[in-house]
């Protein structure tokens, strides 16, 4: 009886010291936004799988993207079917070099660049869309303001990934930010960033994370490649 007893007591214990140790979706959701606020620059390689209704095919896109506050930034890889400001980013290498922005198109061999001071009306002084402060917020908005998404965040499980030929312990969280559809994020537990998101039609698995790091300025310099030809863009 005793021994039976003291059995049902470990295990209460036991069960009452695991829900303590688990953090609720809030947390994690705080964790991750401070994670992200601190890195004034930062470099991403993922890898996203896109389904298309209308076609019913799935598109693989590839991309790297790193930033650098205030006004650099590289962009390059794969996607298929993107444009952005009339460009054809199928395959691309996009750079903001802090006075400039560059692209080049490897299919075709083809380069140009608009500068930074050539503004469209009413964009507040930057490049619309390919501008620093818009690709930054393109990247970061969500991670940034998690915080601002516990109403009606639920952590769903823990999981177990591989990424990049690791396995990362994650907490399975999801989010509904107040426009568009809800999110899933895998969070690695020990750093609380985000290496897999998935949201309706689409997942994207984050290969490669740096978060406050330095990162070289060669990195936001463009040098056209030998052959390439100059093409006239219009501003």
């Avoid at 809030?26 to 992200?36: D, N, R």
């Avoid at 996203?48 to 993207?65: C, K, L, P, R």
């Avoid at 460009?87 to 922005?101: N, Q």
């Avoid at 997942?203 to 030998?226: C, M, N, Q, R, Y």
Wanted: proline share 6%.
């Amino acid at each position: 009886m005793r021994r039976t007893i003291r059995f049902a007591l470990f295990a209460l214990l036991l069960r009452a010291a695991l829900t303590q140790t688990q953090p609720d979706a809030a947390e994690i959701l705080k964790k991750v936004g401070e994670t992200y606020k601190a890195a004034s620059q930062y470099e991403f390689v993922a890898d996203a799988t896109i389904h298309a209704e209308a076609t019913g095919a799935d598109a693989a896109f590839h991309i790297f993207f790193a930033f650098k506050a205030p006004d650099r930034y590289r962009m390059q890889g794969r996607m298929p079917g993107v444009t952005l400001e009339n460009l054809d980013l199928g395959e691309a290498v996009i750079v903001h070099d802090g006075s400039a922005v560059w692209f080049y198109f490897p299919k075709s061999n083809r380069y140009g660049s608009i500068p930074a001071s050539a503004s469209p009306a009413g964009a507040s002084g930057d490049l619309g869309d390919l501008s620093p402060s818009a690709m930054d917020h393109f990247m970061m908005w969500r991670y940034r303001g998690a915080a601002d998404f516990t109403d009606n965040a639920k952590l769903l499980r823990e999981d177990v990934i591989d990424v990049a030929g690791a396995k990362v312990a994650c907490y399975v969280v999801t989010v509904s930010p107040r426009r568009g559809s809800a999110y899933t994020w895998w969070v690695d537990k020990k750093r609380y960033r985000i290496l897999r998101e998935d949201r309706a039609g689409s997942s994207t698995v984050f290969t490669a994370i740096k978060l406050g790091e330095p990162l070289p300025d060669e990195l936001f310099e463009f040098e056209p490649p030998p052959g390439a030809r100059k093409a006239e863009v219009e501003q």
